[in-house]
């Protein structure tokens, strides 16, 4: 067991990762990796987590690849350490987990880190928080799936410059791209979250979230009349199941909903 990752559940259902590395600023490395992903699946498969929360202890999130592992993937001219630093999953895997992941950006937020955050649902980001891509400075490439997320989130034009200058942005020019949703004062950026958490956990069927995560994801390169047609099939199969009538009725009497556990299958 490692402490690279630790895990809290929270009531109403709220499971947050805190990447702990802070001595580094939460560097990414292969240990790291691994736990992470490892808690993703532990979050998906457990009933009584109802939305994740990823954040980093100390001053950043996730300042990029560690340095000692990039020096080591140098050393030995071959892409095995870049597998091994990926965690064993592929790095979209976040977009998998069928359950919303947000993350808390606290702070420095670069490389693989900002990798990490594109591929959660939404995006809350501390006031000031630095972001980069990074690569082009370090003689690589749009890594573990950026060139397809980044572009889908602020645009190609976009897109581009942050990757050519892997220069620095800070939050507030993140919030004006549509990279995050929302900055927030620093002291106030778990709170802010939690809420937002505790807001799904409690008020929306996880089924339904689940089924909706995998659409928009999965719609991205679809085109709309095939998009449709799916989604009046998955509208059909949603009047059948047990949370529909419980959301109209939790309505209609004024009350909090009684959802089911997240159906998988659906």
């Not at 071959?78 to 950006?105: E, F, N």
Request: proline residues 5%.
């Amino acid at each position: 067991m490692t402490d690279d990752v630790l895990y809290e559940l929270r009531e109403p259902g709220i499971a947050v990762l805190t990447l702990n590395r802070p001595e580094r600023l939460n560097a990414w490395n292969g240990g790291l990796a691994t736990r992470y992903f490892e808690l993703l699946d532990q979050c998906a498969a457990d009933d009584a987590v109802k939305v994740i929360v990823v954040t980093g202890a100390g001053r950043g999130f996730c300042a990029g690849a560690d340095m000692d592992t990039l020096q080591g993937i140098g050393a030995s001219s071959g892409a095995g350490g870049a597998d091994a630093a990926a965690g064993g999953r592929p790095q979209y895997h976040t977009t998998l987990i069928p359950k919303p992941v947000i993350a808390a950006v606290n702070g420095a937020c670069a490389g693989i880190g900002m990798v990490q955050a594109l591929m959660c649902d939404v995006r809350f980001a501390a006031a000031g928080a630095k972001f980069t891509t990074a690569f082009s400075r370090r003689g690589l490439i749009a890594e573990y799936g950026m060139s397809w997320v980044l572009p889908r989130l602020v645009g190609n034009a976009r897109a581009l410059d942050l990757l050519f200058s892997g220069r620095v942005f800070l939050a507030e020019e993140a919030a004006q791209m549509g990279l995050v949703n929302e900055v927030v004062a620093p002291d106030q950026l778990m709170d802010r979250t939690l809420d937002y958490a505790a807001e799904l956990a409690t008020a929306a069927s996880p089924t339904s979230m689940a089924v909706m995560k995998r659409q928009v994801w999965g719609d991205w390169d679809r085109g709309l009349i095939p998009a449709t047609d799916d989604a009046i099939e998955l509208m059909k199969a949603s009047l059948r199941r047990p949370d529909f009538k419980e959301g109209v009725a939790s309505f209609l009497e004024k009350r909090v909903p009684a959802f089911q556990p997240v159906d998988t299958s659906a």
